[in-house]
Structure formats: structure tokens, C-alpha cells
């Protein structure tokens, strides 16, 4: 996401500043779990999750969310840094 994902990234853990770490923790995982990586996003899970609220974050509607897609690394990948060759 280039420099707009960096700065999502600290809009994230800005809410640490009014936010408990377990909370904020809470809410990435959720986030992730949905698929998505944004801010808004985070943010509308934490506090649906402090007010008691089910969340109404339906991906469908919400194109421009960010979506996440995490591989598993291979062993490999690894051996290709410490080569020095390009993967």
C-alpha cells in the first residue's frame, strides 16, 4: 500500500493512545479475520466491540477497504535472502 498503507499503519496505533493494547489487539485480529487492513475498518471493530454492538462491516459494501492476503513463507524463501540472490 505504499506510503498511504504507512500511514494507515500509524492511525492504527494511534489508537493506542485512547485505547487499551488488548483492545486495539482485539480489533486487528478481527480485522484480519474479515479480511480487511484499514483503519476505518479497526477502528469500527474496536469500538462495535467496546459498546456491545455486532459489527456492520460488510466488505461488499466497502470496496475501497484494503483487503489482506497473508501466504505462508517456505523455508526457502529464507535461504534466497541469506544468498544474496533475488527470489
Keep these: ?4 498503507g504507512k500511514r494507515e499503519f500509524v492511525q492504527v496505533l494511534r489508537l493506542l493512545e485512547h ?3 488488548q483492545e486495539v489487539h482485539h ?3 478481527d480485522a484480519l479475520r474479515l479480511g ?3 483503519f476505518d475498518a479497526v477502528k469500527h471493530l474496536l469500538l462495535c466491540r467496546i459498546d456491545g454492538r455486532p459489527p456492520r462491516l460488510d466488505l461488499d459494501l466497502y470496496p475501497y477497504l484494503p483487503r489482506v492476503s497473508v501466504k505462508t513463507t517456505r ?3 529464507y535461504m534466497t535472502l541469506l544468498s544474496g540472490r533475488a527470489a
Excluded at 500500500?1 to 498511504?4: E, P, Q, T, V
Aim: glycine fraction near 12%; charge should be positive.
Design 1 to 4: 500500500m505504499g506510503k498511504g
Design 19 to 21: 485505547f487499551s493494547n
Design 27 to 29: 480489533a486487528v485480529k
Design 36 to 38: 480487511t487492513i484499514s
Design 75 to 77: 523455508a526457502q524463501d
